[in-house]
């Protein structure tokens, strides 16, 4: 079954990335409007002027950005129909035991507080309007576990998946 998506609005997290990347251009061939948000603001202006969307540069991983990224797509769009949790960074296998604190807290900040923030954040839209989709983009790891990925793993919970 196919659907209608024409004039739809959807936000993209990391779509500066590979994933995120080819969402945006599958979504922009379907006629979705793309809200292009990675912390890096260069890959965001590239794919938002690929696929004629909105560049919204922001840190996923702090409610203030977040919250004002969602507030300017909807001022500049009406709307909000659909969010893709696909942010993400490049795992370094090493041992659990070699697993420093600051990347034990910046892998959880990012997979879970920075998902956690665009969902809180893109609630209140998507319940107004009585309609909304969400797709959390996960890992077999959260799954299974990846060997020498241990935050990683942690980090992507089965639900999700
Ligand atoms: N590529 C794979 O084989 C694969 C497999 C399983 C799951 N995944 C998951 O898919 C998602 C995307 O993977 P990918 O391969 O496109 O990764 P990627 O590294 O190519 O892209 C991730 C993007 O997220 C951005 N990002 C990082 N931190 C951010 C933050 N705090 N705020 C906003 N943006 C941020 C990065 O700048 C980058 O552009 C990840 O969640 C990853 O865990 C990927």
Request: glycine share 10%; charged share 15%.
């Amino acid at each position: 079954m196919r659907y209608d998506l024409q004039g739809q609005v959807a936000l993209i997290s990391g779509a500066g990335g590979s994933l995120g990347e080819a969402v945006a251009r599958l979504f922009a061939e379907e006629g979705i409007i793309v809200g292009i948000n990675d912390l890096d603001p260069t890959a965001a202006e590239r794919v938002a002027a690929a696929t004629q969307g909105l560049a919204l540069p922001a840190d996923i991983t702090q409610r203030a950005e977040v919250e004002a990224m969602v507030k300017a797509l909807v001022d500049h769009f009406g709307r909000l129909d659909i969010l893709v949790n696909s942010a993400g960074a490049k795992v370094t296998p090493h041992p659990l035991q070699m697993l420093s604190d600051e990347e034990w807290h910046s892998t959880l900040a990012l997979y879970l507080t920075g998902t956690f923030n665009c969902l809180r954040a893109v609630l209140p839209v998507m319940l107004r309007q009585h309609r909304g989709r969400i797709v959390n983009i996960a890992s077999i790891c959260g799954l299974a576990g990846c060997a020498g990925a241990a935050a990683y793993s942690a980090a992507r919970p089965a639900s999700s998946a």
